[in-house]
């Protein structure tokens, strides 16, 4: 399987110079990285090539490195239902500059983008709705930058008084903890039963 994986990968570098950085092989999937100026036309050829045949769209997601000068992975994960097969494509890119959107391609990838730039804040060029999806209206910020303050800015609760929602800062209601793992409040000396069945 990895053979074939690799002469695949080679097959899409050639026929893709300058679009195609990379192609990697580990776990018995094939990983494509591109260029993010040329996403539109790597996924299409991964669409359309007879070698390819990725006709689905599983999903598009976004992984934040914040030490990296392009901090942002977008992923792409297409399957290939002909050759029963799963393709990835990584590009990278920053919080300023725009990947182009694969909608004109992959109509079902409208709502992975805008997942992505709702949680990551990655911007998409030629979508045609570009808006926060999953969080709130007037929401700051983009919760899985790693980044995100992990308590958030806002709190959102119902009031019974004022018989509406209320937006508020948040309020710690106590310090951080500090964990003390040799405490039997954090861990337990003794075997719970059905452990001692495990191996060591």
């Known amino acids: 399987m990895s053979d074939d994986l690799q002469t695949l990968g080679a097959h899409i570098a050639a026929a893709l110079p300058g679009r195609v950085t990379g192609v990697t092989v580990a776990f018995n999937e094939l990983t ?3 260029e993010a100026a040329d996403i539109v036309e790597v996924v299409q050829f991964l669409r359309d090539d007879d070698k390819c045949l990725c006709w689905n769209i599983t999903d598009v997601c976004g992984a934040d490195y914040p030490s990296r000068e392009k901090r942002f992975d977008v992923v792409y994960h297409l399957l290939s239902p ?4 799963r393709i990835r494509v990584k590009v990278e890119t920053d919080e300023v500059t725009a990947v182009p959107s694969i909608t004109s391609i992959f109509p079902g990838a409208d709502w992975f ?4 730039y709702d949680l990551y804040g990655i911007l998409f060029d030629g979508h045609p709705d570009l808006r926060r999806l999953l969080t709130d209206y007037g929401f700051e910020g983009h919760p899985l930058r790693k980044d995100f303050p992990l308590t958030g800015f806002v709190e ?5 008084q004022e018989k509406r929602v209320v937006y508020e800062p948040v309020r710690l209601a106590q310090e951080f903890r500090n964990f003390d793992f040799l405490s039997p409040w954090e861990g337990t000396d003794y075997v719970l039963p059905g452990d001692e069945k495990a191996k060591v």
């Open 82 to 85: 002909r050759h029963v097969r």
């Open 32 to 34: 494509v990285h591109a």
């Open 156 to 160: 959102v609760r119902y009031d019974d």
């Open 113 to 116: 983008e805008r997942e992505a």
